[in-house]
């Protein structure tokens, strides 16, 4: 054999034998390790820190995630101190009318790492429209819920009413049928839980949004450097408002009402408009109460369905030194259907992905909620508790 041959058949034995004893670990030193997984910070509402962190879990073995529950009532003011002071969290629980408020406190997502092609294949309309409105992603949601029609199927069969209304004029046509009043005029029962501000109608201000949407009411000028609404809006304010004027004929709400969550739970409201979140809560204020839950009224005629959504998202702090990971772990959370499915059967919610969307539909509780997910809309609300 010629010399050169064997030079080369001994080089290549050298490298094989290098690359097993490397590979086996068998030269001190050498040997590959698994990198130690990366540890996250997670701030939130509402959910369980066990189970979050269980489901966080499923995502992968190269995270490590800490989650911390916060009261919702001060989760804002204690998220944006923290954040002010160099402490905050890696990631953060961001709710879907936030973004306008405080995108200047977060990282958005690398292209490398999600597209907004992407997320239009991935998610409903309304997600892009809340958390990635300039074609940056900040945020992805953790679910949605829209605005449902809650109704007291015994004050309908008592009133020999069939179905729920599907239209705002159905609606308000309800409203003499379902009305009690005492022998003094004073109501006793009302209609619905409309024409009241948030006092005692919860989620008013969510409704005269949805109404205005589905008017075609344009919110605020294409720079959001100020509110527009109130050509248009005048007819949508007036349309709410009646409700709670004593001199209308569909009077049925005053401010002297008790809050109402608790009216409809105490059979005291035949309608309210809310969020799916309120069924065990209404189940638990009264367990005896018959009612059911259809779509949102509609405009009449309307060739396009308009819905409302409010839900949480996960976003990643500006402050956090491990932005890259911080996203990769959401990504992966959060596109994957299999652990949007664990996270979201267990905390009953609905899940965002579009992919989940029909099965979701069926659902005999969460159904009609999750039927409007895709026709869900939303406008840019620089502060949204100023709205």
């Known amino acids: 054999m010629p010399q050169s041959r064997l030079i080369i058949i001994g080089i290549v034995f050298v490298i094989i034998v290098a690359a097993v004893l490397l590979f086996t670990g068998v030269i001190p030193g050498l040997q590959s390790k698994t990198p130690p997984p990366v540890p996250l910070t997670v701030w939130g509402v509402f959910e369980d820190k066990g189970a979050f962190e269980n489901i966080a879990k499923l995502v992968g073995p190269e995270f490590v995630v800490t989650y911390t529950n916060f009261n919702i009532q001060t989760y804002e003011n204690d ?9 905050g969290p890696d990631i953060f629980m961001i709710h879907s009318s936030w973004l306008p408020k405080h995108y200047e406190k977060l990282v958005p997502v690398a292209d490398t790492q999600l597209t907004l092609t992407n997320l239009r294949s991935l998610f409903p309309t309304v997600v ?3 958390f990635a409105p300039d074609g940056a992603i900040f945020a992805l949601p953790l679910y949605i819920d829209t605005l449902s029609l809650f109704y007291n199927t015994d004050h309908f069969d ?4 069939p179905f729920p209304p599907t239209t705002w004029d159905e609606f308000q046509e309800l409203i003499p049928k379902l009305r009690k009043v005492d022998a003094g005029g004073k109501i006793v029962r009302a209609g ?4 009241g501000g948030n006092a005692n109608v919860n989620r008013a201000s969510d409704l005269l949004s949805l109404l205005f949407l589905q008017s075609g009411v344009e919110m605020t000028a294409p720079d959001f450097g100020r509110a527009t ?4 809006g005048k007819d949508t304010v007036a349309f709410y408002t009646k409700f709670g004027n004593a001199a209308n004929p569909y009077y049925t ?8 969550i608790d009216g409809f739970a105490d059979g005291s409201i035949s309608m309210m408009i809310n969020y799916a979140h ?9 367990p005896f109460l018959h009612f059911a839950v259809s779509p949102v009224p509609q405009p009449a005629n309307t060739d396009q369905k308009v819905s409302y959504a409010s839900y949480w998202g996960l976003a990643v702090s500006n402050g ?6 911080s996203w990769n772990f959401i990504a992966r959370f959060l596109t994957n259907t299999q652990t949007v499915q664990s996270y979201t059967s267990g905390v009953n919610r609905i899940p965002a992905l579009r992919s989940l969307v029909t099965t979701a539909s069926a659902d005999p509780e969460l159904g009609p909620f999750a039927s409007q997910v895709l026709t869900a809309r939303s406008w840019p609300q620089v502060d949204a508790s100023a709205v």
Do not use: C, H, Y
């Open 192 to 195: 619905a839980a409309i024409g």
């Open 278 to 286: 309120q069924i065990p809560v209404i189940k638990t204020k009264n």
């Open 320 to 325: 956090s030194r491990r932005p890259i990971s």
């Open 158 to 161: 008592d009133a020999n009413v």
């Open 79 to 87: 998220l944006v101190n923290a954040l002010a002071a160099g402490k």
């Open 229 to 232: 609404f109130a050509g248009k």
């Open 253 to 260: 709400w005053s401010d002297n009402f008790k809050n109402s």
């Open 128 to 130: 892009e429209q809340d």
